[in-house]
């Protein structure tokens, strides 16, 4: 297990929102996370579509995992969606992150949200601070 993997495992299991959520990851390494998981009925909203934070949470996780997967502790200090089209219950979603800039302070991700068509469903994008914390995973 690559350390990226290790550091982004001891956040997982350690995320009780994020195992409620579902998430299924697919790939982790430094500045990348892609994300899956299922949207069910108790995600949803008055309009019977998923609410907007199911998304936004889903794109904020990969946000966490994939920064920290340099092995520096990272925060968030500005993050904002753009949803495109309506999510439903049954849709299996997927993230796909693109991180834009890196510095030893901070670090820029774009995160694009897919259902299972392939068909993107939101953008979202995060920018964090990079602290001079490392991860101390054994």
């Not at 019977?48 to 925060?75: E, M, P, Q, R």
Request: proline share 1%; hydrophobic share 45%; aromatic share 10%.
């Amino acid at each position: 297990m690559t350390n990226a993997e290790k550091i982004v495992n001891f956040m997982f299991t350690n995320d009780a929102f994020s195992q409620w959520l579902g998430i299924e990851r697919l790939r982790v390494a430094p500045g990348i996370c892609d994300l899956r998981m299922t949207v069910r009925n108790e995600m949803l909203n008055g309009f019977a579509i998923a609410h907007g934070g199911i998304s936004y949470s889903l794109a904020d996780t990969a946000l966490a995992f994939a920064s920290n997967a340099h092995g520096l502790k990272c925060y968030s200090v500005e993050t904002s969606i753009s949803h495109v089209k309506p999510v439903v219950e049954g849709d299996v979603l997927t993230t796909v992150v693109e991180e834009k800039s890196l510095s030893r302070r901070i670090g820029v991700y774009h995160i694009t949200v897919f259902n299972q068509n392939n068909e993107a469903v939101a953008f979202f994008k995060g920018t964090v601070h990079r602290s001079e914390k490392s991860w101390e995973i054994a």
